[in-house]
């Protein structure tokens, strides 16, 4: 059990420094190791979903005044009930199926971040916005990963880098913890809270040693590494029997 809190605490910690080194990744990073060891691939997805509530929502609080409540509007009316059934079959389904499924996953958005994220685009529109909280939601549900849509949708819809990350930040803590709140009723057990709240100690202890040295490293090196993790992370998962 204690190499377990150990693993825990690690990775989360990891993810939180990626996250504030990088601007991205925490969701990808924290499920690409966590369901290897951890009791249940439910816990994974609530403990991730928990922290990526808690840094969005440090995040927004800081940028509250640049939040553009107007483009979220779309995105957030899709996401609720999307995400509760996506969330209800993850439950209903059993792990190994979820582990090669985010192993699929996995494959395919490092594919689509090395490849295509810069030929991609999304019209702001509020057909797209729609769009993007239903594939965001189903993504989340399924894999606490669901960032990819709304982040094409804002950035397309976002006057400035400013009102897009605060833009984004918000939409995040609030779909977030949506997701948490479900997680947590869907729960056939209670699991235990020693998780996280070793989760929640590392992410504010690594996030701060990440914002210390984020000028220090580079960030493009950084995000190519999480792609190539996600690649073999994927490919075990798939494989695993």
């Not at 991609?120 to 057909?127: F, I, Q, W």
């Not at 880098?161 to 709140?181: P, R, V």
């Amino acid at each position: 059990m204690v190499w377990q809190f150990m693993l825990c605490f690690l990775v989360m910690g990891g993810a939180a420094m990626v996250q504030n080194l990088s601007g991205f990744g925490f969701g990808i990073v924290a499920m690409s190791l966590l369901p290897y060891w951890m009791p249940g691939y439910s816990l994974s997805a609530s403990l991730t979903t928990a922290m990526m509530c808690v840094t969005a929502a440090a995040a927004a609080f800081k940028s509250y005044r640049m939040i553009r409540w107007r483009l979220l509007l779309p995105p957030l009316l899709s996401y609720p009930l999307v995400n509760y059934a996506a969330i209800s079959l993850s439950f209903a389904s059993p792990d190994i199926f979820l582990q090669r499924a985010l192993g699929v996953f996995l494959i395919s958005l490092s594919l689509y971040f090395l490849l295509l994220k810069r030929r991609v685009k999304l019209r702001a529109s509020v057909g797209a916005g729609l769009l993007a909280g239903a594939l965001g939601a189903v993504m989340n549900g399924l894999f606490s990963m669901g960032g990819p849509p709304i982040v094409l949708y804002l950035l397309s819809a976002s006057s400035d880098e400013e009102h897009y990350l605060a833009s984004a930040q918000a939409y995040f803590c609030i779909t977030n913890l949506f997701s948490l709140i479900i997680r947590l009723r869907a729960a056939e057990k209670s699991d235990g809270i020693h998780y996280y709240l070793l989760s929640l100690a590392a992410v504010l202890l690594f996030g701060f040693l990440g914002r210390k040295i984020r000028r220090k490293l580079n960030g493009d090196s950084i995000r190519k590494g999480v792609y190539f993790l996600m690649i073999i992370s994927g490919l075990v998962m798939c494989l695993k029997s």
